[in-house]
Each structure stands twice: as C-alpha cells, then as structure tokens.
C-alpha cells in the first residue's frame, strides 16, 4: 500500500478529522509542514518503527501479533485495525498533559495541550493487539499520525490485563523536545485546555472524549474528571462534545 504522502495544495484553515483516509492520504504531515512544523522523514519514520520492532522484549507474544497501549485520543478514535482489545493498566508511567499542540488541538498563537505518558505512577487505558499481517501497514498509520514530529519516544511497558499480562507498544513524552510542557500547574492546564482550539477542534473535545471513554470503560481517572470539572466552571457550564 501507499501512503506516501502526495503534493496536492492543502487548505491550510479549514477543520480536519483525524480518521485512518487522512493519515494515509497524508493529510496530517502536509498540513504540520504548511505551519512551519518540522516532521519526521518516511525514512526517520521507518528507522524509528525498525527500532523498536528490534526491542521487542523476549517475554513479547511470540506468534508475531503486536499490542499497543493507548491512554488519550487511542481508545476513543484508534484510526488502525486491531484483531482484539482489552482494558489494561501500565505501572511506572501516569497520563498528563504535557504535550504543546500548535495544529491539531490548538494554534502557533495559542498553543492547546495533549496527554503524554510521564514517568511515575499508573495509567489505566486500552491494549490493542494487531495481527502479524497487520503489524507494517498499521504501524505505518500509528507512526504517521503519533510520530509526526519525534516528540513521543516509542517504548515497551508491561500491560496488566484481565486475561494476563501483554508486552505493548506506547507513546512517552521525550523531554528534550521543545513541544513538552514541563509539569504545569493545574491552573494553567485548565486555561489552556479551555481556550485552545485547533484544525482538529477544540481541546476541551480532547479532554471530554478522553474522560469520557475512560468512565465508559470502567477506568476513571480523577485527574481527568478533575480537569474537566474545573474546565466546565471556567466555561460556565458543560461542554457539548458530542
């Protein structure tokens, strides 16, 4: 399949959605480039998803299925086929918002905020297994669109499960990146996450979808529901998100 990305012009203004046609079709690269933004190169990308293919952990499903974590946007619009899903929890590693966002959840003026993984803690979220003959084309979607510009490192966790424990594949914050946030202040996270808006909407959606799933799925976060508290009050009222 090919998913290099063509040279069409782009609307630089108009809202997207982040579905698996617009990864694919290159949609997310060509617009982070029309902003300035510096993304990685199909060859950084691929180097990337080569590396840590090769640091597959020996206690890895050895059948070649492949599992990832997500904890944000992944449980609500994974935007890849999987073959199963279970809910999980990662030890080592909490959810924050720590990642600057100038385009999709936000703009060069007024940057919005996404979830990261952060040592300490714990994260609850979702494990998503893809099938050996599904593992090089999805995870060329899944570098595409979380990979855009290297500000995640790719890393191996253990994923408690019901059913037993997985070896995943998630997204850490890399804090040499100039997109990482540092630990905010609550304060100034609920400012951003209720003002920002971007070509993918606005923050607040992020957040409500995220906080959302989770209490769907069982998995409350009381940072989250918290965070979305203090948002609607700041707001005057709760947000439509639907």
Not at 132 to 161: F, H, N
Request: aromatic share 8%.
């Amino acid at each position: 399949m090919d998913l290099t990305p063509t040279h069409q012009p782009i609307d630089t203004h108009q809202p997207i959605e982040l579905t698996r046609e617009t990864i694919q079709a290159g949609t997310v690269i060509k617009l982070a480039s029309a902003h300035g933004m510096r993304v990685l190169t199909d060859e950084e990308r691929a180097t990337s998803i080569a590396e840590t293919l090769a640091a597959r952990p020996k206690s890895a499903d050895p059948s070649g299925d492949l599992w990832l974590f997500g904890y944000g946007s992944l449980i609500w619009n994974p935007a890849f086929h999987f073959a199963e899903q279970r809910k999980g929890r990662v030890h080592g590693w909490h959810r924050r918002f720590c990642l600057w966002t100038p385009l999709g959840r936000g703009s060069p003026e007024q940057p919005g905020l996404v979830l990261a993984l952060e040592r300490g803690g714990a994260c609850t979220g979702m494990a998503f297994r893809l099938a050996a003959e599904q593992v090089a084309c999805e995870l060329d979607i899944l570098w595409r669109r979380e990979m855009l510009s290297g500000a995640y490192k790719p890393r191996w966790v253990k994923v408690t499960t019901a059913d037993g424990p997985v070896d995943a594949v998630t997204f850490t914050i890399d804090p040499a990146n100039p997109r990482y946030a540092g630990r905010l202040a609550e304060d100034e996270i609920v400012r951003v996450v209720a003002t920002a808006v971007g070509r993918l909407g606005p923050c607040t959606d992020y957040l409500f979808k995220t906080t959302q799933a989770l209490a769907e799925l069982g998995l409350e976060d009381r940072t989250l529901q918290r965070l979305k508290r203090r948002v609607e009050v700041l707001l005057g009222g709760k947000v439509d998100c639907s």
